[in-house]
C-alpha cells in the first residue's frame, strides 16, 4: 500500500480542505472507489483522464501518482527478490515472527503501565467562525498487558469539513500510545494489537457519512495530546505537556509571473511541550514526521515572499522546563485571485502545562499586519490580493514544573536568546536579570528575595 498527499483532488477550496461551507464530502472533491489505474503496468487512460479533469494542479497530481505506482513496483521486486532468495514459506514465516515479536514487546511495555482508568479533556477552538468549542474527552483503562482507548463524551460531528474519521482517530491515538512504551520498536500491526480505541458514532471522532473530513489533519494533534494529557496521571515522568498547534493553511490562485494556476500547502510548525526533565523543541513536527517548507523551496515553486520566519520572544509556557516557542512565519503573496483556507488552533484554549507548569500563549492569524490589520479565524476561508501579507503567528508549547524551581542560569541564557523578555524572566520565573545589553548576569541575592515573596503570596 502507498498513501500520499495531493496537492488537490478539487472540490470548493484550493487544496481540497475547506472548513467554512463544507456540509458534507461531496464538496471536497473527487472521490474513487477502490479502481485499477493501471492494468498489468499499463496505465488506464479513462481513468487517469477523469482524475486529470478533476484536480486545479493535473501536472502535480499525476506525477505523484505516478511516483506511487513506481514506489510500489519497487516494492513489489524487492518482495519477489527476497522470496527468490528464503522461499516463500520461509518469507511469510520471518514477517509473522516480527509481528508476534512486536506485539509482546508492546504488550510487556504496557504492563510496566499501572492498572487504571485515566481521564482527560481538551477542546478545539471551534469548527469554524461562529462555532462552538469542540471537546475531546478520553478515557483510558489500562488492564494488565491492553489498553482501551474511549472518546465518549466528545462532541457531535460538524456540518463543515471539520470531521476525523474513524481510522484517523485511531491513528494518533495509536501514535500517541507508542511514543510512550515502545518508541524504538517496529511500526506493525503487532504495535496495534494490544490497543483497542473506540468513539461514539456521530461524533466528531467518528462521524456518520457523508461528514467532510478534508482538514482533518488538524485535529491529530489534539487527539494525540488528550491520550498523552490522560496517561500523565499514570506515567508522569514519560509525557510532555501540550506542543504549540501547527498551521496547516493551503491557498491558491493565479501565478502571473509563470501564467498558470496554483495551489500549495504551508506548514508552520513551531515548539514542542516541555519533558518532566528537559525543555521543549523548538520548530519541530509533533504528532508526525513532517517539517517546516525551507524558504528557499516555498519561494523557487510559488508565487509569495517569506518576509519573517522568526521564533516569537515570551510565547513559550513557563516551567522548570520551558515549552517550545511559537513560530511566527509571514507570508506575501505575489498572485491575483487569491483564495486561502486557514487551518489553524489555539487561538482561544492555550496549549495546556503540567506539573505546576504554564500554558502557552494563544496563537493568531493576521491579514496584513500592522495599522489597519485584519485578524483571521483559524478555520476560515478568505480572498486575497497581489501583495496582500499573511502572518501566521503560533501559540507557544505548555511548561513542566512549578517555574519557580527553573534553574537561574537557563533563564538567562533564554534571555540572552531572546526567548524570554527580562519582564518575563521576573514575572514568570522570579528571576532577576542586572545589567543592559548583552552585558547580563543573574542577580541571586534579589532572585532568592523574589521567589521568596512569590511563594509566599500563592
Not at 165 to 191: C, F, H, Q, W
Not at 364 to 378: F, S
Request: hydrophobic share 35%; net charge neutral.
Amino acid at each position: 500500500m502507498n498513501i500520499l498527499h495531493h496537492t488537490d483532488v478539487g472540490g470548493q477550496r484550493p487544496g481540497s480542505q475547506g472548513v467554512e461551507g463544507i456540509f458534507d464530502y461531496f464538496q471536497e472533491g473527487l472521490r474513487i472507489p477502490p479502481t485499477r489505474v493501471w492494468q498489468e503496468y499499463r496505465e488506464q487512460a479513462g481513468v487517469v483522464a477523469i482524475i486529470a479533469a478533476n484536480t486545479r494542479t493535473p501536472d502535480k497530481v499525476l506525477g505523484d501518482l505516478r511516483a506511487q505506482r513506481s514506489a510500489l513496483r519497487v516494492g513489489e521486486l524487492r518482495l519477489q527478490e527476497l522470496a527468490a532468495r528464503y522461499g516463500r514459506e520461509v518469507l511469510l514465516a520471518a514477517m509473522d515472527e516480527v509481528v508476534a515479536r512486536t506485539e509482546a514487546s508492546m504488550r510487556a511495555a504496557i504492563r510496566k503501565i499501572p492498572d487504571g482508568v485515566y481521564r482527560f479533556e481538551d477542546f478545539m477552538d471551534d469548527s469554524g467562525p461562529g462555532t462552538e468549542p469542540l471537546r475531546v474527552a478520553v478515557a483510558v483503562t489500562v488492564d494488565g498487558d491492553s489498553m482501551v482507548i474511549d472518546y465518549e463524551g466528545s462532541s457531535p460531528q460538524t456540518p463543515s469539513g471539520m470531521n476525523s474519521y474513524i481510522n484517523y482517530t485511531r491513528s494518533y491515538s495509536y501514535a500517541a500510545v507508542k511514543s510512550l512504551t515502545d518508541p524504538l520498536g517496529p511500526m506493525n500491526e503487532g504495535a496495534l494489537r494490544p490497543i483497542s480505541v473506540k468513539a461514539p458514532e456521530g461524533s466528531f471522532l467518528n462521524p456518520r457519512p457523508p461528514a467532510g473530513g478534508g482538514p482533518r489533519a488538524i485535529i491529530c494533534y489534539r487527539t494525540f495530546e488528550s491520550v498523552l494529557g490522560a496517561l500523565a496521571a499514570a506515567i508522569p515522568d514519560r509525557v510532555t505537556a501540550a506542543a504549540s498547534h501547527m498551521a496547516n493553511p493551503t491557498f491558491g490562485g493565479w501565478d502571473r509571473a509563470r501564467n498558470r494556476r496554483f495551489v500549495a500547502y504551508e506548514l508552520v510548525l513551531s515548539g514542542t511541550g516541555a519533558r518532566a526533565s528537559k525543555d521543549g523543541c523548538e520548530a519541530m513536527s509533533w504528532a508526525f514526521n513532517a517539517s517546516n517548507i525551507p524558504v528557499e523551496a516555498q519561494e523557487a515553486n510559488q508565487p509569495l515572499i517569506v518576509e519573517r520566519f522568526e521564533l516569537i520572544g515570551d510565547s513559550a509556557g513557563a516551567g522548570k522546563f520551558r515549552g517550545g516557542c511559537g513560530i511566527r512565519r509571514d507570508l506575501r503573496f505575489l498572485a491575483d485571485e487569491g483564495k486561502l483556507t486557514n487551518l489553524s488552533d489555539r487561538h482561544k484554549f492555550a496549549p495546556y502545562g503540567l506539573g505546576g507548569g504554564r500554558s502557552g500563549k494563544l496563537g493568531r492569524t493576521v491579514l496584513n499586519p500592522g495599522p489597519g490589520e485584519q485578524i483571521v479565524h483559524g478555520k476560515q476561508s478568505r480572498e486575497f490580493v497581489y501583495g496582500d501579507v499573511i502572518s501566521f503567528q503560533q501559540s507557544g508549547a505548555g511548561g513542566y514544573g512549578d517555574p519557580l524551581e527553573r534553574e537561574p542560569r537557563r533563564v538567562l541564557e533564554d534571555v540572552l536568546d531572546d526567548y524570554v523578555s527580562i519582564e518575563a524572566a521576573r514575572g514568570a520565573y522570579g528571576v532577576v536579570i542586572a545589567g543592559t545589553g548583552d552585558d547580563l548576569s543573574v542577580d541571586a541575592e534579589a532572585t532568592s528575595r523574589l521567589r521568596g515573596t512569590m511563594r509566599a503570596a500563592r
